[in-house]
């Protein structure tokens, strides 16, 4: 089964300068390496690794790749379900990253708020009086 996912982290370390790091990422995952491997190719950009479990995951964390190749890509070809929302929170979000907004405490707040509209189907590690407090220390 093949998924796709775009996501936003938050990672959480004393030596980041504002103690929060905020990562985009585009990834597709299966069973099979062979599909990834053209896909890998078909971008030109992005890394392929394999899980312990024995599933095989194309990611692009590269800012710029994910706003000059990836983003592209998927405005020209829209996807047609659910993830076509999440996929534009995505895009607004990296957009900002370029524009460097996630290195600022407001930045921060902003992009938690905006990753918000994306629905998961887990609890989110940090909630954001969590980021919230971790800015204020």
Known sequence: MERGVFNISFKVRKDYRLGVKITASFNISQKERKILDFI????????????????????????????????????NFPLKTRKGKTFMVFANIVEL?????????????KIYDMREQIVVGRKRKYSKNNIREILDS
């Open 97 to 109: 990253m370029m524009e460097e907004v996630h290195l600022t405490r407001t930045g921060i707040l």
């Open 40 to 75: 890998r190719n078909f971008f030109q950009c992005g890394t392929i690794r394999h899980r312990g479990d024995g599933v095989y995951y194309y990611e692009v964390t590269n800012l710029r790749d994910l706003y000059e190749i990836i983003i592209p890509f998927f405005m």
